[in-house]
């Protein structure tokens, strides 16, 4: 096995929305790519904002509801494609706990404190995913599992503070309008490299993917096109 700093590395983008169950889906997934390549392939990622709905508002929408409206599906369509994903997610670990009252939530505070914790991890860090992947899969399991509002500033500052981000800046944050900006310019750059859909996983700044892929799309084409250029 070689050492990290002996392996070639492999830098992933991952373009997302905390509201978007085949984006936690699609991580479970590429876990398994990691865990595939320990010891041959050092990963890094980081994690872009993407809004699937920017104008929702404040106090959200009842999800089937919102899915019906948006994408014109039967009540029973939708119940379907909920029971699909949550058989899914379970089967990677991952539970989905869409109940009556579930929200869809306006994501773009999430996005904020997503940038900061991506903002003060280091380039040269040893680990493959840092504090800023901890907090979306803290974010994710805050939705889709327990129902939390994660638009809320107070429950956002809970959950930054649960992955150990001080929760005095993440309410700071939250107050003000940082990273905002941030948030805006990342949206508008991978939306001028066409990603359109959510999630999109960018190899080596160059090759995308898009969608949940299953496990052995990602390894063929790490396989072809970066262990063996390396080679």
């Keep these: ?76 369509q939708s119940r379907a494609n909920s029971g699909r994903m949550a058989g899914i997610a379970a089967d990677l670990g991952f539970t989905f706990n869409r109940g009556p009252a579930f929200r869809m939530r306006n994501s773009f505070d999430a996005h904020r404190l997503l940038n900061w914790a991506g903002a003060l991890e280091e380039p040269e860090q040893v680990a493959a995913t840092g504090v800023q992947t901890a907090l979306k899969l803290a974010l994710f399991r805050a939705h889709f599992t327990d129902n939390r509002d994660v638009s809320d500033h107070r429950a956002l500052a809970e959950i930054a503070a649960s992955v150990g981000l001080d929760r005095d800046r993440a309410a700071a944050i939250l107050a003000g309008d940082d990273y905002g900006e941030m948030v805006r310019t990342e949206e508008a750059y991978w939306a001028d490299q066409n990603v359109t859909g959510v999630p999109a996983f960018i190899l080596g700044g160059r090759m995308l993917i898009p969608g949940a892929q299953d496990p052995e799309v990602f390894i063929r084409v790490i396989e072809t096109k970066v262990l063996a250029a390396a080679a």
């Design 1 to 76: 096995m070689l050492s990290v700093t002996d392996m070639p590395r492999l830098s992933i983008d991952i373009v997302s929305d905390v509201m978007c169950p085949w984006c936690i889906i699609g991580w479970l997934k590429f876990e398994k790519v990691i865990a595939h390549f320990a010891g041959r392939l050092d990963f890094r990622v980081q994690w872009h904002p993407f809004e699937l709905n920017p104008d929702m508002p404040p106090d959200g929408e009842d999800a089937a509801s919102h899915v019906m409206r948006k994408y014109g599906v039967s009540a029973e």
